[in-house]
């Protein structure tokens, strides 16, 4: 708790996207099957369906880890092939019209620049991706800045991290918000505090701070003023 309170109230929080800002799962799984039975199809493959909680595990992960685990051993270095089938699915849907943000996510984004609070995006996926999320669910319009593994200087989420800050003008108090372990690692390669947005697909016990989705419990535990003000 000790280096969450050297930064709060922070000057910029970046946030994760899948898993931590957007409902992934109401709409991965299914997807992830039918482009992998397409993708079996094309290629003359037998390929196990993944069930609901074998599907969401990948989510939050970079590149080959988010694909190759569908993939039958032999066929693993295929997953770019797999992305290819399955990514323009992933874009209709975020894309068609339908919310796909957690309950209060977009309230939550909106008080914190009326605050003053810098906002950006960090995310594992790729630029097509990260397009659909700044546009199909209107993240561009919320958030000050939004990075991905194509960002010009990215290789890890720790580049988008440090690059946030440097946007930012060298913000001295930040901190990072997750759901997944490449986003506590990235925190800690710098020296952030780190928030956990508790889930079920792993358990980051070691965060200075756990939040279960409530917009105002992250406020008072960033030492931010709340939307309710209590």
């Not at 849907?93 to 609070?117: K, M, N, T, W």
């Not at 939004?146 to 580049?159: A, I, P, R, W, Y």
Request: charged share 25%; aromatic share 8%; net charge negative.
């Amino acid at each position: 708790m000790s280096l969450l309170r050297s930064h709060v109230p922070p000057e910029l929080v970046v946030f994760d996207v899948d898993g931590t800002l957007h409902d992934t799962f109401r709409w991965w799984a299914p997807i992830i099957r039918a482009g992998l039975q397409r993708f079996a199809t094309m290629h003359g493959l037998t390929i196990a369906m993944p069930d609901d909680r074998t599907a969401e595990a990948v989510v939050g992960m970079k590149d080959a880890g988010v694909w190759a685990p569908f993939l039958p051993e032999a066929h693993k270095h295929r997953w770019q092939e797999l992305r290819s089938v399955v990514l323009p699915m992933e874009i209709d849907e975020v894309s068609r019209g339908v919310d796909y943000l957690f309950a209060g996510v977009r309230p939550l984004l909106r008080h914190l620049r009326a605050i003053g609070v810098k906002v950006a995006l960090a995310s594992n996926c790729r630029r097509t991706y990260m397009g659909a999320m700044q546009d199909g669910q209107g993240l561009r319009a919320l958030t000050d800045w939004q990075f991905c593994l194509d960002s010009e200087g990215v290789s890890t989420k720790t580049d988008m991290l440090a690059l946030a800050r440097r946007a930012a003008g060298d913000a001295q108090r930040v901190v990072m918000v997750g759901d997944r372990e490449p986003d506590l690692e990235a925190a800690r390669a710098l020296g952030w505090p780190f928030v956990w947005r508790r889930n079920d697909r792993c358990h980051l016990g070691d965060a200075e701070l756990v939040w279960g989705g409530d917009p105002d419990e992250l406020l008072a535990g960033l030492g931010l003023p709340t939307m309710s003000g209590r």
